[in-house]
C-alpha cells in the first residue's frame, strides 16, 4: 500500500542552525501539506503546497520557513534559523484531490525536531 | 471559539466492549470534510474515518464508525469490539470550504483511549 515517506525520523539542532526535512508524498497525490505537533499538543496546520505553489500558510510559517518540491517526489520544508519553540513532531501529508473521500490527508510517520 | 472540541481528555474501555468518543465541530461552511486519525504512542497518525457533509449516510470502516449528527454538529467515532490495539490518541479533525485550493485540516485536542485486558 502507498505511504507517505519521512526523513530523518529524529534530529536533533542546536539554535540557530538550519534544518531541512524532507518527505515522499504518495505518488499520484497533487496535494501536499506540513503541520507539526508541540509535544503533548494537537496537530497544527502549517503550510499547503499544490501546483509548485503555497496555496495557504499559517500565521506560525513566518519568513524563517520554506517549501520546496524540487523534483518530482521530494517536498521539503526548511527552518533556516531554529529556535527552541520549533521544537516539534513535523508531519508531511498529502491528498489525492479535493472533495470527497479523496481529499483523505494521509500522514507520514513524522520528523521529531529537537532544537538545543 | 474551537473549530473542534473534544471534551473527553481521557477514556477507559474493556476489551471487546464499544467505545464512543465525542466531537462537535463549528462551522458555517455547507461544504465540510470531518476525518478521524488515531496516534499510537509511535507518534504516527494514521487515517481512520472520512465523512463529507452532504453524506447521507454515517460513514463506516470496518470496526469503526462514524456517528454524524449534522443539526448537532457533531461527528462522534464508535470503535466495536474494542482490542488492546486500539489503545492510542484519537484525532478528530475537519477540512472546511470548497474549491481552490484550501483544504487545511483543523484538529481537535485528542482523546487519550485506553482499552483495559
Known amino acids: 500500500e502507498p505511504e507517505v515517506t519521512q526523513t530523518p525520523s529524529h534530529q536533533v539542532t542546536q539554535m540557530g542552525q538550519e534544518v531541512i526535512l524532507r518527505c515522499v508524498p504518495i505518488?499520484?497525490?497533487?496535494?501536499f501539506y506540513w503541520y507539526r505537533q508541540i509535544l503533548g499538543q494537537k496537530v497544527e496546520f502549517l503550510v499547503s503546497?499544490?501546483?509548485?505553489?503555497?496555496?495557504?500558510k499559517s500565521e506560525i510559517f513566518d519568513d524563517q520557513f520554506s517549501v520546496e518540491r524540487p523534483d518530482g517526489s521530494n517536498f521539503t520544508l526548511k527552518i533556516r534559523s531554529t529556535k527552541l519553540e520549533d521544537s516539534a513532531m513535523y508531519f508531511c501529508?498529502?491528498?489525492?484531490?479535493?472533495?470527497?473521500?479523496?481529499?483523505?490527508?494521509?500522514f507520514g510517520p513524522g520528523t521529531r525536531l529537537l532544537v538545543l | 471559539a474551537q473549530k473542534i472540541t473534544q471534551t473527553q481528555p481521557g477514556m477507559f474501555v474493556q476489551e471487546k466492549e464499544a467505545v464512543t468518543l465525542d466531537c462537535t465541530y463549528d462551522?458555517?461552511?455547507?461544504?465540510?470534510?470531518l476525518f478521524w486519525y488515531k496516534q499510537p504512542s509511535s507518534g504516527e497518525m494514521i487515517f481512520l474515518i472520512y465523512?463529507?457533509?452532504?453524506?447521507?449516510q454515517n460513514a463506516t470502516e470496518g470496526r469503526y464508525s462514524l456517528n454524524f449528527q449534522k443539526a448537532r454538529k457533531s461527528a462522534n467515532l464508535v470503535i466495536s469490539a474494542s482490542q488492546l490495539g486500539d489503545s492510542a490518541m484519537y484525532f478528530c479533525?475537519?477540512?472546511?470550504?470548497?474549491?481552490?485550493?484550501?483544504?487545511?485540516?483543523?484538529f481537535g485536542k485528542g482523546t487519550l483511549l485506553t482499552v483495559n485486558p
Open positions: 501529508a498529502s491528498s489525492e484531490a479535493l472533495g470527497t473521500l479523496q481529499e483523505t490527508q494521509y
Open positions: 462551522t458555517s461552511d455547507p461544504s465540510y470534510g
Open positions: 505518488s499520484n497525490h497533487l496535494y
Open positions: 465523512q463529507g457533509s452532504y453524506d447521507q
Open positions: 503546497f499544490y501546483n509548485n505553489e503555497i496555496s495557504e
Open positions: 479533525a475537519m477540512r472546511e470550504g470548497s474549491g481552490g485550493s484550501n483544504y487545511k485540516l483543523t
